[in-house]
């Protein structure tokens, strides 16, 4: 072992070290290992940053700038209450997801299919009352999985493929990863809906100042147009829309009072007050296509919609609002703000939106431009509470976010275009057609993610750099020399498995492909089981979130701590050895 060959291990296994510890955060971490390897002279000066520009990093960001803008159209809410309405259990909505995931991950690349089906995650989490992290870490082992079916799964299998065909003359054909790959992703799905308790529930590592403020009891005001689907139903239909988070208080109909039972059934131009949280109220209003009685366009033109937010404010003591309503100041007309919702502590308020006579302490959801709600506040004495995100009035573009998600998917899947290229295309057509806000894609993009990726890029390069692979490639040539065929066949897969977060999953195939064709050659096997032990490992990083991009992306999501990966992957790891093995050895006989 030459020295740089032991630097090499030495930074690998003493970050690796560090990331379990969790002491410090892991994007810390990573850039710490990346000064360190610049200092020992491992990793060059000219070549210490290469990892920004690397397609991982492209492919993570933009994915997440592309599930924001999925999840904030609305079409998941509206999906899943239209096509899912019963599945409430935990077990049943994550045997929903990860078969899904699965399922199009042999078709599709693995990280569009987790891209879609996030969102969808984040809207079952918040109907059971988990935190996300009880779905994103399965949904992601899954999709990896799903990618072992066939040869467009993903990368190893198409590398793999064209290994063979070097070596042997003929490439693997689009199904023959499909026997073994079948037999692992049932028996995987199976262990994942059995054993995803092995993950504590972790709340997101992007929690914001904001989430630590609980509003759940803001009331509004909504009129039922023409064409909204809620019309000849009962109220309880519209009920339901909002998972319980949100309930009416009052029905006013042509300036009669109606008690809101549950068998009312609403006509057009009713007039509903409802109570819930913002998110609750969203969901009503947006799928039922009713209108907030205060939401008329504070611009009339249209380009200039996108500079339209809504932010929530408290009203301080002394402001020239205490004891006003919001009919009786003209708000809208005089100083072009609506007023979308009130709460009020401790009170649940039964009277029309506009006719509240405000007080000091109360939350309001006021409605403006960017321009214009900084000085409203400053003048009417409002505190304008830590930002977060409110939807409740804000312009829903359902279908466009589906097409440029179709069509990024679509173009990979038909080779037009590489995955990175067409997902920041995507990316970047959400903001373009506003679907998600400029100021908001800043904030879908996880940077501490996308800095420990970059940073660990070079970092993990070096055990190539330096030659370890081949140092590793000769012991485990020594290793399998004397082992029967099944243990031969094993040792590949897991060197595979161990080898692949330090190395990309389709380096790991070009250092691991000839090891293993080597060793079907010396012990006179044929080398198609063998190769393809190569591409099963390469494809089955479930020990860390550095070895590829989907463990990467549920990372921030979900909250998870470096350590958590191991405690659900090592044992999905084994169970699939335990079953590849034998399904290898029976569907590529190795003599």
Request: glycine share 8%; aromatic share 8%.
């Amino acid at each position: 072992m030459t020295a740089e060959q032991a630097l090499s291990f030495f930074v690998l296994g003493t970050m690796m070290v560090f990331f379990i510890w969790d002491r410090f955060r892991y994007d810390i971490v990573a850039c710490s290992a990346l000064m360190l390897s610049v200092a020992l002279g491992i990793v060059p000066f000219d070549r210490a940053f290469d990892g920004f520009s690397d397609d991982i990093v492209i492919i993570v960001g933009s994915a997440l700038i592309v599930s924001a803008g999925v999840a904030r159209s609305g079409a998941v809410d509206a999906a899943i209450q239209r096509f899912l309405p019963n599945v409430q259990s935990v077990r049943a909505q994550l045997a929903l997801l990860v078969v899904t995931v699965t399922v199009l991950s042999a078709f599709i690349k693995n990280i569009g299919a987790l891209a879609i089906m996030i969102p969808v995650a984040f809207q079952f989490a918040r109907r059971s009352n988990v935190q996300p992290s009880v779905f994103l870490m399965p949904m992601a082992f899954g999709s990896l999985i799903g990618g072992l079916m066939t040869q467009v799964g993903t990368s190893p299998n198409v590398v793999v493929s064209r290994m063979r065909e070097d070596l042997t003359g003929e490439s693997f054909t689009m199904f023959d990863f499909t026997p073994v790959g079948a037999t692992l992703a049932v028996v995987g799905s199976l262990f994942l809906l059995l054993a995803y308790r092995l993950v504590p529930e972790r709340k997101s590592q992007q929690v914001a100042l904001h989430e630590a403020i609980e509003i759940t009891d803001y009331t509004s005001e909504a009129v039922v147009p023409a064409g909204s689907p809620v019309i000849g139903k009962p109220l309880s239909n519209l009920v339901k829309i909002g998972d319980g988070g949100a309930v009416v208080l009052a029905v006013f109909r042509r300036g009669t009072h109606l008690a809101p039972l549950p068998d009312v059934v609403i006509e057009l131009d009713d007039i509903l007050l409802l109570e819930g949280g913002p998110a609750a109220l969203d969901r009503i209003v947006s799928q039922a296509k009713l209108k907030i009685s205060g939401d008329r366009s504070p611009t009339p033109n249209e380009s200039a919609r996108a500079e339209i937010e809504a932010i929530e404010a408290v009203i301080a003591t002394g402001s020239p609002l205490i004891g006003m309503s919001a009919q009786r100041l003209a708000l809208f007309n005089t100083y072009n703000v609506n007023l979308l919702a009130v709460s009020r502590q401790g009170e649940r308020l039964k009277q029309r939106l506009g006719r509240i006579r405000l007080q000091a302490g109360d939350i309001v959801v006021l409605q403006g431009t960017r321009r214009e709600l900084p000085s409203f506040l400053q003048d009417f004495g409002c505190l304008p509470l830590a930002q977060r995100e409110i939807l409740l009035g804000t312009i829903r573009r359902a279908t466009v976010p589906l097409l440029l998600l179709g069509a990024a998917m679509g173009a990979t899947a038909v080779g037009v275009v590489p995955i990175p290229v067409a997902f920041f295309a995507a990316a970047l057509a959400m903001v373009i057609f506003r679907v998600i806000p400029l100021r908001e894609v800043y904030r879908a993009v996880d940077g501490p993610i996308l800095v420990m990726l970059a940073a660990l890029i070079p970092v993990s390069d070096t055990l190539r750099t330096t030659g370890g692979s081949d140092l590793i490639a000769g012991w485990l040539s020594g290793i399998a020399a004397g082992l029967p065929p099944a243990g031969a066949l094993a040792l590949i897969l897991i060197a595979a498995m161990a080898v692949t977060p330090f190395l990309n999953n389709a380096a790991t195939v070009l250092v691991m492909a000839p090891i293993a064709a080597s060793f079907a050659t010396a012990l006179d096997y044929r080398p198609d089981a063998f190769l393809m032990a190569v591409a099963i490992g390469a494809g089955s990083d479930f020990l860390t979130p550095i070895g590829h991009q989907c463990n990467t992306l549920v990372m921030g999501p979900g909250g998870y701590r470096f350590s958590d990966y191991p405690r659900l992957g090592l044992p999905l790891s084994i169970v699939i050895v335990i079953v590849a093995v034998p399904a290898l050895m029976w569907v590529w006989p190795l003599r």
